[in-house]
């Protein structure tokens, strides 16, 4: 009986090793399609199970004071009302990265619809209520950047490209950042 057992654990265990490694490879597809279903379903419960939103938060934050700071900080430097104003509207720049880190603003950026436009006042192109059922990551780009992050590129209404960074940590992926270029 121990030569038959034996025999069988170098299998048994290269199974084993076999089935977590097919299962952290199908990890970022099986976020996807849990992103994907929460937003169509609304549930906030399932998103925040697959979104870091603490990290996506501090991500997007990052991107939007980069923006500004690129796009106003020479007006900034030249006069002390410029400095207040960019004070400003990088406090301003919090509430519009707390928007896009919801369920609804989520769902918006992944159909390519642009939150971020709104930073610098251009109306969005067409508001959540024209759509009957979003579509997330539709004609989206998929890609291993490691094996541990992964990204999903789609184009935004401009052409511009959205990528969502999935990042893995132990056996799970979660959505932890999203580079919107301006």
């Given amino acids: ?8 654990l170098p299998w048994a265990l290269a199974a084993v090793v076999l089935a977590v490694l097919a299962y952290v490879a ?3 597809w099986l976020t996807i399609r849990g992103i994907e ?8 419960r399932a998103l925040a199970r697959q979104v870091d939103f603490p990290a996506l938060r501090a991500n ?5 004071e980069d923006h500004i700071a690129r796009q106003y900080g020479d007006l900034a430097r030249s006069n002390v009302f410029g400095r207040l104003g960019l004070r400003v509207a990088s406090g301003l720049a919090g509430g519009v990265v707390d928007a896009m880190a919801t369920p609804v603003g989520l ?6 619809r642009r939150v971020w436009s709104r930073l610098d006042g251009s109306p969005p192109a067409r508001s959540l209520e024209q759509t009957q059922r979003p579509e997330p990551y ?6 291993y950047e490691s094996t ?31 580079r919107i270029t301006p």
């Fill in 26 to 28: 199908a990890g970022p």
């Fill in 107 to 112: 769902a918006a950026l992944m159909e390519g």
């Fill in 60 to 64: 997007l934050r990052a991107q939007a």
């Fill in 138 to 143: 539709r004609d989206a780009r998929y890609r």
């Fill in 37 to 44: 279903q929460a937003i169509r379903n609304d549930d906030t």
């Fill in 148 to 178: 541990s992050r992964f990204t999903v590129t789609i184009d935004d209404e401009r052409g511009q490209p959205l990528v969502f960074v999935l990042t893995r940590k132990g056996l799970h992926w979660r959505l932890s950042d999203i």
């Fill in 1 to 8: 009986m121990t030569r038959m057992r034996a025999r069988w």
